[in-house]
């Protein structure tokens, strides 16, 4: 034989010899019955030597057939795994890792973390797509498999997700520096509930901590709100413009707060905090997103 060996035809060979049947290795190779004949046929005249006898009641190997297939056993394992190998490595490179995260997540902690990953795994690694949104939106994309992680930041988890919590935060109520909480630093939950405040969309992790929290506390949210908004820059500037109170993540209102452009404003007897939370499809995440999830430094809690 001077030519390289035919793969197809060794692989049909040893699936006829494992079935002890033409019919039987055309299903599992997905061709036809003659075209199994036809390729052990082409190898019988190559090597020139019979390799099967078939026969009403099946076909099986011939003493030289039993030694091409026992010869053609670790090339063929061989050729699946450089298969497998190759097909790995363009997933690889050519693989986008989406991801779905409420604001406060997208914002504030998105950036850090996929500049780290990109750290980690270099050019060959899968390409990171961000969406964002707010946290209920999360949950449907991430159910609808239209994301392959989400991150979230309601105080409750979502039943049917796998989830993490990787950090948390505190959702703050603030003020202009002029506004008359501002001098005393501090409100009952009673007058907040009573307020009308400048509030992320309902949908918003962040609206929903709020609201939670005054529920616990036997002051659910009555006033109307001063102003609905769906992005955190809109809701900051509503606020630094004395349009009313407003309730915000800490992470986002930091910089301000130390400017002096906004002013933290304790509520007596209630503290709002809420786990910002990675949720997947699945019990166990797949191996792309805990590897994210290790760089995010909650990966073994994935595992």
Avoid: K, Y
Wanted: with cysteine; proline share 5%.
């Amino acid at each position: 034989m001077s030519h390289e060996p035919d793969l197809e035809a060794l692989r049909a060979l040893a699936l006829v010899a494992e079935e002890s049947s033409i019919s039987a290795a055309s299903g599992r190779l997905g061709v036809s019955q003659q075209a199994v004949s036809l390729r052990i046929r082409s190898l019988e005249r190559d090597l020139g030597v019979r390799l099967l006898v078939r026969s009403p009641r099946g076909s099986r190997l011939t003493p030289a057939g039993e030694l091409v297939v026992g010869w053609a056993t670790p090339l063929l394992a061989a050729a699946d795994e450089f298969s497998s190998a190759v097909g790995s490595l363009g997933a690889e490179r050519g693989e986008t890792m989406r991801i779905a995260a409420s604001l406060t997540n997208a914002e504030h902690l998105l950036p850090e973390w996929i500049a780290r990953w990109h750290l980690r795994v270099g050019d060959a690694g899968p390409l990171v797509q961000l969406t964002a949104e707010n946290s209920s939106a999360v949950v449907e994309t991430v159910r609808e498999g239209d994301a392959d992680l989400g991150f979230i930041e309601t105080p409750s988890v979502p039943a049917g997700l796998g989830s993490l919590a990787v950090a948390h935060d505190a959702v703050e109520i603030v003020v202009p520096c002029g506004h008359r909480w501002a001098q005393s630093g501090r409100v009952s939950a009673r007058e907040l509930a009573g307020t009308g405040l400048v509030l992320r969309e309902a949908g918003s992790g962040t609206r929903q901590a709020l609201e939670d929290a005054l529920a616990e506390a036997g002051h659910p949210l009555r006033a109307e709100p001063a102003a609905v908004l769906s992005t955190t820059l809109g809701v900051r500037s509503a606020i630094m413009a004395g349009v009313a109170p407003g309730a915000l993540s800490s992470l986002a209102v930091s910089e301000d707060v130390r400017a002096g452009r906004l002013v933290p404003v304790r509520v007596r007897d209630l503290r709002i905090t809420r786990s910002l939370t990675a949720i997947w499809v699945g019990a166990r995440p797949p191996r792309r997103v805990r590897e994210f999830l290790d760089v995010v430094g909650g990966g073994r809690g994935a595992a």
